[in-house]
């Protein structure tokens, strides 16, 4: 079955920077496009960030453009998130998620992990 | 970017009642509407896509219906595990948007 697992999540001051990863089994992960999803403490759902299954296709929510960075090692099936300057409002739990396509064309997602938790704060 | 309106926030419940959820989209989506359910302190389940095609193993009480803007999840019989928050999502255009979400509860 498939299996998503995220980690790299912590306490981390306004500025810093953090990298995610998450590590996919159960599932041809060079086929799929790979999608982070967060969602801030009490809020609901926002999609931040997809790659496309070769990686040649990524695209971000306008508010992390040019501080989070999504990347993908299909030798090692793997996706990363590289958040920069992190804010306050960047506090979320992050969830990988699979999209049901190659990530070239927007598409839901059917299968998330269990989340990691981000913390901006001095 | 679309804008998802989904409504009621919140729902009360009765076990066995029908529940109807409903979603707006600010423009047309076709029929790229997916639901989910997440229950507190799990991630989401993708429960519906396509506006209508239930997803793996989700249960026959769970319909989704609408085209273009207007669409609602409906719960024909609820059961205990079904109280929970349902979000919509378009997946039309970029970036993918979801609604804040309603809550179902007892």
């Known amino acids: 079955q498939v299996q998503l697992v995220e980690s790299g999540g912590g306490v981390v001051q306004p500025g810093r920077s953090l990298r995610l990863s998450c590590a996919a089994s159960g599932f041809t992960f060079s086929s799929y496009g790979m999608h982070w999803v967060r969602q801030a403490p009490g809020k609901g759902l926002e999609w931040v960030a997809v790659i496309s299954y070769d990686g040649s296709n990524k695209y971000y929510t306008d508010s992390v453009k040019g501080r989070f960075t999504i ?21 979320a739990v992050y969830y990988c998620a699979k999209g049901e396509g190659s990530g070239w064309h927007s598409e839901h997602l059917d299968n998330w992990g269990q989340g990691t938790l981000v913390t901006v704060s001095s | 970017e679309i804008v998802m309106t ?17 979603c707006r989209a600010s423009q047309s989506v076709s029929d790229n509407l997916a639901w989910y359910q997440q229950k507190p302190g799990q991630a989401p389940r993708l429960l519906l896509y ?17 085209s273009e803007t207007e669409f609602t999840l409906t719960i024909s ?11 919509c999502q378009q997946y039309d ?4 948007t979801f609604g804040l979400g309603t809550r179902v509860e007892i």
Do not use: C, H
């Open chain 2, 50 to 66: 396509g506006a209508s095609t239930r997803a793996t193993d989700i249960p026959a009480r769970f319909s989704g219906s609408g």
């Open chain 1, 71 to 91: 990347s993908r090692d299909n030798s090692k099936d793997t996706m990363n998130l590289q958040m920069n300057s992190l804010r306050a409002e960047d506090t």
């Open chain 2, 93 to 96: 255009n970029w970036p993918q």
């Open chain 2, 77 to 87: 019989s609820l059961q205990s595990e079904d109280f929970a928050v349902y979000y």
């Open chain 2, 6 to 22: 989904q409504s009621p926030a919140t729902l009360s419940v009765s076990p066995g009642e029908r529940a109807t959820l409903s």
